[in-house]
């Protein structure tokens, strides 16, 4: 079985500073990791994705993550958030070894932008 | 259509009540996921089609739930005698190749459809 652990509820951050979410994972086999964003009202959108090669994903809006095997970490970071950025982040995960087809949310983390 | 269709955006049923949700999802994707988000969490899994084909239903939490994807693309997720717990938002996602093919795809969400259930 699969799964993501996304620790913090609420992340606040002044408009201009890094912004960094945090994700780890679990999995038996070996992870493809995604991160999603929500807006209100609207559908979960998908940012990046990690399935093999380089540890370092870079995804739309500037956005990118690291993936860590050592840690089962795949943290979200931006180097300089703006207050567009203030959303519900999802990570998620899917054990493609383990021969099924789900991907595996997190609860997700609000992210706040101060301006 | 451009994006995944989800009607209706909300619905109120009152317990016990049957109620069905509709899923439109891009054309010609094969892949059509259906998941449950209750408030303050993460969505989760409750079934997957490929085309017509219901591969996973291991999710639908009993057997109120009935997930049908008849021709291949438009699904309805019908929930019989609906209960307070069953108060959700429920996200329909597709891809365009089937999962054997690539558990990397990556998944296009509707907006999704909010059950009250009083």
């Known amino acids: 079985a699969q799964s993501v652990a996304q620790p913090e509820d609420q992340v606040n951050v002044a408009e201009g500073n890094p912004l960094t979410v945090k994700c780890t994972y679990s999995?038996?086999?070996?992870?493809?990791l995604f991160w999603y964003v929500q807006y209100p009202n609207r559908g979960l959108q998908f940012l990046l994705k990690?399935?093999?090669?380089?540890?370092l994903v870079k995804g739309s809006y500037g956005f990118e993550a690291e993936f860590n095997k050592s840690q089962t970490s795949f943290h979200l970071k931006k180097p300089s958030a703006l207050v567009s950025d203030s959303a519900l982040y999802f990570c998620?995960?899917?054990?493609?070894?383990?021969?099924?087809?789900?991907?595996?949310f997190g609860k997700g983390n609000q992210v706040v932008v101060i301006p | 259509g451009a994006g995944v269709s989800q009607s209706p955006r909300y619905k109120v049923a009152k317990r016990g009540q049957d109620v069905a949700l509709r899923c439109d999802p891009i054309s010609g994707h094969v892949s059509l996921f259906w998941y449950q988000q209750a408030l303050g969490q993460g969505p989760e899994f409750l079934t997957y089609?490929?085309?017509?084909?219901?591969?996973?239903k291991s999710g639908l939490p009993s057997d109120r739930f009935f997930a049908e994807r008849p021709e291949g693309s438009v699904s309805t997720l019908k929930i019989q005698r609906t209960q307070q717990e069953d108060s959700a938002v429920y996200l329909c996602a597709s891809s365009l190749q089937g999962e054997m093919y690539s558990g990397a795809n990556v998944l296009t969400f509707g907006a999704g459809s909010r059950l009250t259930v009083l």
């Open positions: 089609f490929q085309n017509e084909a219901q591969l996973d």
């Open positions: 999995v038996s086999g070996n992870p493809y």
């Open positions: 998620a995960v899917r054990d493609w070894e383990d021969g099924n087809n789900r991907l595996a």
């Open positions: 990690y399935i093999t090669g380089d540890n």
